[in-house]
């Protein structure tokens, strides 16, 4: 399968604390996108990475991508209650037009 | 700004009753264009995509299809529902490839 692979499957810790989520992929990419959501609603983009790129950053959000390894991470510092959600990772395979998802990772933010 | 249009948020339907589904965008032109299925807890299934008007392209052989009549509007078909088909159904869209896509508030699915 092509899917990207979320580790851990489910995540839960105390407010302030940092979580951190891997994702692992199994053929070359275009990019590598993160996407949160809430439960019920509908999938929120949050970051996208570049083959080419190994680190990015937004607010309180840092991703990492390891093409050798085919895996990515993404962190969340100083967690939030708010910041309870599921957390995809999508990759854009290279010649398709269209993203892969993982199964994710259910995050849980204790206050 | 562009926004995204699902409907409707909830349907209850009969086995064997026919579906529709719309999707349209709003702000953007020829937009790349996406239906997927969620179960529950899962992930997302790419059902069908669409990069231009009447260019559907099928990802898993079932018992829907997907049109694109207009450049921003994207509807998802079925002649009769199976049981099987109850999910969370999400239409997204996209500015092109190695682009982010942007989704719609799904709709919740329940085929009795």
């Known amino acids: 399968s092509q899917q990207g692979e979320e580790d851990p499957q489910a995540l839960s810790i105390q407010e302030g604390e940092n979580a951190t989520m891997n994702c692992s992929y199994k053929?070359?990419?275009?990019?590598l996108q993160w996407y949160r959501q809430n439960s019920g609603r509908g999938l929120v983009h949050l970051i996208l990475i570049r083959s080419n790129e190994r680190e990015k950053h937004s607010g309180r959000l840092r991703v990492t991508l390891d093409t050798s390894k085919k895996s990515s991470s993404l962190l969340i510092t100083a967690s939030r209650a708010a910041d309870t959600a599921s957390y995809f990772c999508?990759?854009?395979?290279?010649?398709?037009?269209?993203?892969?998802f993982g199964q994710g990772t259910r995050l849980t933010i204790n206050p | 700004s562009q926004t995204i249009h699902q409907w409707p948020a909830t349907l209850v339907q009969p086995v064997g009753s026919p579906l529709s589904l719309e999707c349209t965008v709003e702000g953007t032109s020829n937009p790349n264009l996406y239906w997927y299925r969620q179960a529950a807890g899962r992930g997302l299934q790419l059902l069908f995509y669409s990069v231009g008007i009447g260019q559907i392209s099928s990802e898993v052989p079932q018992n829907l299809s997907a049109s694109r009549p207009q450049d921003r509007q994207f509807i998802l078909s079925s002649k009769k529902l199976l049981l099987s088909d109850s999910g969370f159904y999400l239409c997204?869209?996209?500015?092109?490839?190695?682009?982010?896509?942007?989704f719609g508030d799904g709709t919740r699915l329940s085929i009795l």
């Open positions: 999508a990759t854009d395979f290279q010649g398709a037009q269209k993203l892969v």
């Open positions: 997204a869209w996209s500015g092109g490839n190695n682009q982010p896509q942007h």
């Open positions: 053929t070359s990419i275009n990019n």
